[in-house]
């Protein structure tokens, strides 16, 4: 049972480049998130997915796309990249049985990615 | 709009010592659930301990507690006989019901002095 797990750990890019970081849960969890830690700061939410074929707006999601085919994964794209993206980004999972107020994210060892 | 406030940027104490780590929020949802998660080093977030806000008793997971005072919206973390492992930075975070994601504080990077 691996959890959540994130690809790449680490990666650099040229600004103007793509890439597309994938996050893989084995827990049957039915919400999925993106967030990204700055420097300092505690973590935002990007976008978020309730469900297998949905995706919504987290906090800060310009210049980030996602997209959630089948349930266990979550994917985060970066279509041009810019340095203001150099961050660590984390996914997370949740599942909603045992009610609203009790479920637990958990989350995956994240990506560092750097735009220079 | 929901918001975490954690003051403490960093704290200091003695090993075997109890150490308290302030969270206070604001939100005007009735329903909510607070975190605590613990970042160590290796930058994993771990989940520590939850607290509903319809929970009458305070939680507890081992050596951590979670002080809760609803009225004055706080809810701070205890951490009872701390221990070199515990040195880390701790975030305090709320969930919102109806999408479920996670509003994080700045954290506070607690140092655990032998």
């Known amino acids: 049972n691996a959890g959540v797990t994130q690809t790449p750990k680490f990666r650099v890019l040229k600004t103007g480049q793509s890439m597309t970081l994938l996050c893989a849960q084995d827990m049957n969890h039915e919400y999925m998130y993106w967030y990204r830690q700055d420097p300092g700061m505690g973590l935002r939410l990007i976008h978020y997915s309730v469900g297998e074929g949905t995706t919504a707006k987290g906090e800060v999601p310009d210049g980030y796309n996602v997209s959630r085919l089948k349930k266990q994964n979550f994917l985060l794209g970066l279509e041009s990249a810019a340095p203001s993206q150099t961050s660590v980004y984390f996914c997370?999972?949740?599942?909603?049985?045992?009610?609203?107020?009790?479920?637990?994210?958990?989350f995956g060892p994240g990506t560092r990615l750097t735009v220079l | 709009a929901q918001k975490i406030t954690q003051t403490q940027p960093g704290m200091f104490v003695q090993e075997k010592e109890a150490v308290t780590l302030d969270c206070t929020y604001d939100?005007?949802?009735?329903?909510?659930?607070l975190f605590w998660y613990k970042q160590p080093s290796s930058g994993e977030m771990i989940f520590l301990i939850y607290q509903g806000s319809y929970d009458q008793q305070n939680a507890t997971e081992g050596r951590y507690s979670l002080n809760f005072q609803k009225a004055r919206k706080s809810a701070n973390l205890v951490i009872s006989a701390s221990q070199l492992g515990d040195s880390a930075m701790y975030f305090c975070?709320?969930?919102?019901?109806?999408?479920?994601?996670?509003?994080f504080g700045s954290g506070t990077r607690l140092q655990v002095q032998p």
């Open positions: 997370a999972s949740s599942w909603t049985s045992g009610g609203p107020l009790t479920d637990t994210q958990y």
């Open positions: 939100t005007s949802d009735p329903s909510y659930g």
């Open positions: 975070a709320m969930r919102e019901v109806p999408r479920r994601a996670l509003t």
